[in-house]
């Protein structure tokens, strides 16, 4: 890793699969396919499956001690991506297997008060970006035909709601002030996730994020963002979701050309 990088290749494997299957492949088929069904298959070697283990179904990769609870979700999301295209191969035997333990793992990790934290276990500490990801990737197993517990999901929508704001704002936890256009974004998403599109707090966080944005704008841009590949991946959920199609394509138009001119010679970026 260089300067500002860290070694997280479970989350980086699952977000870079997701891609691959929005792009039009899936495992072994497609114009990435057999790529993806690398990734896929690493993302399956790395679940702990060992009968008894107290991280049974957690996804995890040595010297990846920076994905933890994200690089749960993501993974899970993609497996199930990947699942509900090719579910009647050995591999698609080995995922359904896979699926099966990560949700139990992110069922019985949740903490009391709805949210998740950075690890694999319930805990009073929690944090609503992490609870975000484990509501999408429940979700995608949902949707790809595995059980998921109606009061898990009921718990973190609560948990999610109440870190709103009056403003319209998501925070970054029930006892943390601070909010962003990422997390209000992402707050949107999984309003999104759980088939809710319309409504007055969903107006609200829509009102402020797009306020938020055009001042972002008139400032010059992304350059004082922390996390402007984290914000991109939550507001593009949030705003192509939206029934006013006009907002993503107000933002993606100038957003585009930014992802473009920033990748690297060799591909990637920073």
């Given amino acids: ?5 860290h070694y997280v290749p479970v989350a980086v494997t699952a977000l870079g699969s997701l891609a691959y299957m929005a792009g039009g492949s899936s495992p072994d088929r497609g114009p990435h396919g057999r790529e993806l069904a690398q ?9 702990d499956r060992k009968p008894g283990s107290d991280r049974l179904g957690y ?12 690089g ?14 090719s579910p009647r191969t050995a591999r698609g035997a080995r995922t359904e297997e896979v699926l099966r333990l990560a949700v139990s793992l992110i069922e019985r990790s949740q903490g009391p008060d ?14 609503n970006s992490v609870t975000i990801t484990m509501i999408q990737a429940l979700r995608g197993a949902r949707n790809a035909g595995l059980s998921v517990s109606d009061r898990v999901v009921a718990k973190a929508i609560d948990y999610i ?6 403003d319209g704002s998501f925070r970054y936890a029930l006892d943390r002030e601070t909010s962003s256009v990422a997390l209000t974004a992402a707050g949107i998403a999984m309003w999104n996730s759980i088939g809710r599109y319309e409504g007055p707090a969903i107006d609200r966080a829509v009102d402020w994020l797009w306020r938020e944005l055009v001042a972002l704008e008139d400032a010059g841009g992304r350059s004082t963002v922390k996390h402007p590949f984290y914000e991109r991946f939550y507001v593009a959920q949030a705003l192509w979701q939206n029934p006013d199609a006009r907002l993503f394509e107000r ?19 920073q």
């Avoid at 933002?251 to 970026?269: C, H, I, L, M």
Wanted: with cysteine; charged share 25%; hydrophobic share 35%.
């Fill in 1 to 5: 890793p260089g300067r500002g990088e």
């Fill in 72 to 85: 749960q979700g993501f993974p899970t999301l993609a497996l199930a991506q990947a699942y509900s295209m």
């Fill in 39 to 47: 990734a896929i298959d690493y993302l399956l070697a790395r679940a």
């Fill in 161 to 166: 709601e109440r870190c709103q704001n009056e």
């Fill in 59 to 70: 996804v995890s990769a040595d010297g990846d001690n920076h994905s933890r609870m994200h």
């Fill in 251 to 269: 933002w993606a138009t100038a957003e585009r050309d930014r992802v473009v001119a920033a990748q690297r010679p060799d591909g990637s970026w």
């Fill in 114 to 127: 709805g949210g998740w934290y950075y690890d694999p276990r319930a805990s009073f500490e929690h944090e």
